[in-house]
Each structure stands twice: as structure tokens, then as C-alpha cells.
């Protein structure tokens, strides 16, 4: 199974800042890569998918680039309301789509 | 508006069984492959199953496969995830979400918020 790995695993930043956070597979997916995000008790929202598109109605704050096996998520100006956990998926081409550990952004 | 509704979580043994449901609506269900992932306490997120827009294939974790089945009720709308053989480790928060395409793909672009399952004795 393709694994996904996350990098770092918490990140602490301020408002304003340019966050970025990286995403690893563990062999080439193209780019069928998407990126979510998750609030305390609440259900993950799809933030970018094929590596690069935005999500209808998503901030563009929010980017997403990379291809094969090295993805990055970028908040250009990060704002309260971003602080939040982050996950990568491969999705697509054969199951299992796995996501990834999760990046935990905190002020 | 796309809405999913989760019920059917609670407290069960373990090896016992339990069957998840998500309400539909807002959308044409039967076009859209749909998933189940869950979220252990404080954990991650685990992709565990999908079902295509036309029920005729299912997708399985290993962790899951030979133990939970899949279906879909396209004139209900209704989503379901059969798990039998339950043990402590599928303690977790199950979230249905409605996929991009009519193939699974596992991409969630919609979520319902979740039904908690607990196994513990």
C-alpha cells in the first residue's frame, strides 16, 4: 500500500504568517492528491484536490502544489480561523486511499 | 444544499455487530460513489470503505475487510456499513462522505458529522 507521510506533525505560527506543509508518498501518485481540513469535533472540509485545484468557496489563502511523490499545502496569511489539523489523501487509483498522520497547526 | 446524516453509532461488546446509516439529500445519490472513514479518539483519519454510484463495486481497508460490508439504497438515499466481529481498535467516529465521481475514488467533497461507535465490554 502507498503510505503518505506528514511534515512537520504540529506547527506553530501566528496570524499573518506563510505556513507551508508537506506532504510525502511513498511512490508516485500522479497528482491525485487532495487536502483537508479538520476543527476540534467537527467533520474534515476539502480544501484542494488534484494537488492544485481549490475547492469551491475556499479562501484563496489556500494553495496546493506538487506532483508524484512531494506535495506542499501553503496558507499565504494565516488567520484565526485557519488554526486547525490539516490532512493529505491520495485518492483515485486503487484503494486503499490513505491519508495522512496529520499537521496540527497551533498558534 | 448537500446534507449527510449519520445514525446508528453506540456502545457495543466486542464481536458484536452494529449497521451505520447516512441520510442523503441534495444531490442525485445514485451519481455519486460514496465513503465511509473513520476517526479514532485523538487519532487520524482511515479511509474504510467505498461503494460506487451504482453499487456494483465496494472497496474495503484491510482492516476492515471480511468484517464490514458496504451497500447503498438508491431509492431511500441511504447509505449503510454493516460491521460485524467488532473489536475495541474500530472505536471511532464513522463520517460518510459523498465522493467527486461516480467511480470511488475515496475524495470526500462532502461530509456528513460523523456517528460515534464504542466497543468496550
Known amino acids: 500500500d502507498i503510505q503518505m507521510t506528514q511534515s512537520p506533525s504540529t506547527l506553530s505560527a501566528s496570524v499573518g504568517d506563510r505556513v507551508t506543509i508537506t506532504c510525502r508518498a511513498s511512490?508516485?501518485?500522479?497528482?491525485?492528491l487532495a487536502w483537508y481540513q479538520q476543527k476540534p469535533g467537527k467533520a474534515p472540509k476539502l480544501l484542494i484536490y488534484?494537488?492544485?485545484s481549490l475547492e469551491s468557496g475556499v479562501s484563496s489563502r489556500f494553495s496546493g502544489s506538487g506532483s508524484g511523490t512531494e506535495f506542499t499545502l501553503t496558507i499565504s496569511s494565516l488567520q484565526p480561523d485557519d488554526f486547525a489539523t490539516y490532512y493529505c489523501?491520495?485518492?483515485?487509483?486503487?484503494?486503499?486511499?490513505?491519508f495522512g498522520q496529520g499537521t496540527k497547526v497551533e498558534i | 444544499e448537500v446534507r449527510l446524516v449519520e445514525s446508528g453509532g453506540g456502545l457495543v461488546q466486542p464481536g458484536g455487530s452494529l449497521r451505520l446509516s447516512c441520510a442523503a439529500s441534495g444531490f442525485t445519490f445514485s451519481s455519486n460513489a460514496m465513503n465511509w472513514v473513520r476517526q479514532a479518539p485523538g487519532r487520524g483519519l482511515e479511509w474504510v470503505s467505498a461503494?460506487?454510484?451504482?453499487?456494483?463495486?465496494?472497496y474495503y481497508a484491510d482492516s476492515v475487510k471480511g468484517r464490514f460490508t458496504i451497500s447503498r439504497d438508491d431509492s431511500s438515499n441511504t447509505l449503510f456499513l454493516q460491521m460485524n466481529s467488532l473489536r475495541a481498535d474500530d472505536t471511532a467516529v464513522y463520517y460518510c462522505?459523498?465522493?467527486?465521481?461516480?467511480?470511488?475514488?475515496?475524495?470526500?467533497?462532502?461530509w456528513g458529522q460523523g456517528t460515534l461507535v464504542t466497543v468496550s465490554s
Open positions: 511512490q508516485s501518485i500522479g497528482s491525485w
Open positions: 489523501q491520495r485518492y483515485h487509483s486503487s484503494s486503499p486511499w490513505t
Open positions: 488534484q494537488a492544485s
Open positions: 462522505a459523498k465522493d467527486q465521481w461516480v467511480g470511488a475514488t475515496g475524495l470526500g467533497n462532502y
Open positions: 461503494v460506487s454510484g451504482s453499487g456494483g463495486s465496494t
